[in-house]
């Protein structure tokens, strides 16, 4: 079983619907990360967290330690917004990271 | 800053010739990853340096592989010999703990 694991693996949305990508690792961590892969392949870091909610403009993330569980929310999605989301975790006592296998998400304009 | 910059954006290469692959991190971190991505595998861990010096290095593959980091500014991933397993997606990034790491473009490798 992998340590972190997304869901759903694909999702397809219209353009302007509320989007949730969901993680969970069954290791403790330090700090959980979500990430960005466009099509043409450059990863971007999205959020890293360790408690609590994080925003960016469309972009929520949130965290339970407790539940070991993340989530990614976007809002009044784009179909700019299409990419591969990946849900990273930083073990504790380790400065590696272990993926998840990844959510393709395709906005429909 | 330019970001992590790795070289070459991409590499073609026979079964059974070394490949080296470079990294210059983002001037400042002091942790330096590498990474693999395949369809099949996703992203993977293949080695990661805490000021030059290698701390874990359990995914590396085989032998084949070896990571240097000869200074704070410059790493090489070389593969020798080769193989058409190898081909895959490279990845470098950098961080300075506990801050969010920064990836490179990566480089893809083809090995015919």
């Known amino acids: 079983k992998n340590e972190v694991e997304q869901s759903p693996q694909n999702l397809t949305a219209q353009e302007g619907e509320f989007i949730t990508i969901n993680c969970s690792y069954s290791v403790g961590i330090s700090a959980l990360h979500w990430l960005q892969q466009h099509p043409g392949g450059g990863i971007v870091s999205l959020f890293m967290l360790s408690s609590g909610k994080k925003k960016h403009g469309r972009l929520i993330a949130t965290i339970n330690i407790q539940e070991k569980h993340s989530s990614l929310h976007i809002t009044a999605s784009h179909p700019r917004d299409s990419a591969v989301y990946i849900c990273a975790v930083r073990p504790l006592l380790f400065n590696d990271m272990r993926f998840g296998a990844g959510t393709r998400l395709t906005v429909k304009p | 800053d330019a970001g992590v910059i790795q070289s070459p954006r991409h590499e073609v290469t026979e079964m059974g010739q070394e490949v080296t692959l470079r990294c210059k991190p983002i001037?400042?971190?002091?942790?330096l990853f590498w990474y693999r991505q395949t369809m099949m595998r996703g992203l993977e861990l293949l080695i990661y340096?805490?000021?030059?010096?290698?701390?874990?290095d359990s995914g590396m593959p085989e032998d084949r592989f070896s990571a240097k980091m000869p200074n704070a500014s410059f790493s090489t991933l070389k593969i020798q010999p080769s193989e058409p397993r190898d081909s895959a997606v490279y990845f470098c990034a950098s961080s300075a703990y506990p801050l969010e790491q920064y990836f490179g473009p990566g480089t893809r490798l083809t090995v015919t």
């Open positions: 001037s400042g971190h002091d942790y």
């Open positions: 340096f805490n000021n030059n010096v290698p701390i874990d």
